[in-house]
């Protein structure tokens, strides 16, 4: 079955900083990529994802790109705020009501 | 995106007992998931719940200690049965977004078990 791996485990960045978190995948059928940012105490929402017909997408501050040859993709979150301050879940699936499978997680920390 | 709820938000159980979580849509979908979160880990699958089928059990999870129903295509149940320290955890449905990749999570229900 898929594996991901996500790096690192825990970040600390200054307010404006940028921050990049890296999953690999290990499942060459896996075509949607999505990333959850989860808050204490709170669900995982679903911040953005990417599609294996596309290198890289942004919305606003956060962008994700995917290299489907290497089996990565990242998140890069640009002029970090402290309300970033969440842990971050990559994912990989084939899509279409399929099994999604989640990496470990990324603690983010942005110091004010 | 589907408004989601679960019932109850949380709950401390003892252990041997069983609790049923409930998890309600505003609309109708074709599947929904069952996640498991333990302490400050990351999500795990369950199983699927498809309506009027057997739900599909992922590895390491079994359907005498996580029985699920799916009575109508807006609400689904897991139970923890026969609880132990170890089944604390959060306890999440999702259901698919309107292309089918999407996944959107439900609040969520932070079990203890002593």
């Known amino acids: 079955g898929e594996n991901v791996e996500q790096h690192p485990s825990t970040l600390s960045v200054q307010e404006g900083d940028s921050a990049v978190i890296k999953c690999t995948y290990s499942?060459?059928?896996?075509?949607?990529f999505p990333w959850y940012k989860q808050e204490l105490g709170k669900r995982p929402q679903l911040i953005i994802d990417?599609?294996?017909?596309?290198g890289e997408k942004k919305d606003q501050r956060i962008a994700v790109t995917l290299n489907k040859t290497a089996k990565h993709f990242s998140l890069h979150i640009t002029e970090t705020q402290p309300e970033d301050s969440a842990v971050y879940f990559c994912?990989?699936?084939?899509?279409?009501?399929?099994?999604?499978?989640f990496g470990t997680g990324t603690k983010l920390q942005v110091i004010p | 995106s589907a408004v989601i709820s679960q019932k109850p938000s949380r709950d401390i159980c003892q252990r041997g007992t069983s609790l049923t979580i409930q998890c309600q849509v505003d609309?109708?979908?074709?599947?929904m998931f069952w996640y498991r979160q333990q302490p400050g880990q990351s999500l795990t699958l369950i199983a699927t719940?498809?309506?009027?089928?057997?739900?599909?059990?992922e590895s390491g999870f079994v359907i005498d200690k996580f029985p699920i129903s799916r009575p109508n295509l807006t609400f689904s149940t897991l139970t923890v049965s026969n609880m132990s320290p170890e089944d604390s955890s959060i306890y999440l449905c999702?259901?698919?977004?309107?292309?089918?990749?999407?996944?959107?999570f439900g609040p969520g229900t932070r079990l203890t078990v002593l």
């Open positions: 999702s259901v698919p977004g309107t292309s089918g990749d999407e996944q959107f």
């Open positions: 499942d060459s059928a896996s075509n949607y």
């Open positions: 990417i599609r294996s017909n596309v």
């Open positions: 994912a990989a699936s084939p899509g279409g009501y399929q099994k999604v499978t």
């Open positions: 609309s109708q979908v074709t599947m």
């Open positions: 719940a498809n309506q009027g089928s057997e739900a599909t059990y």
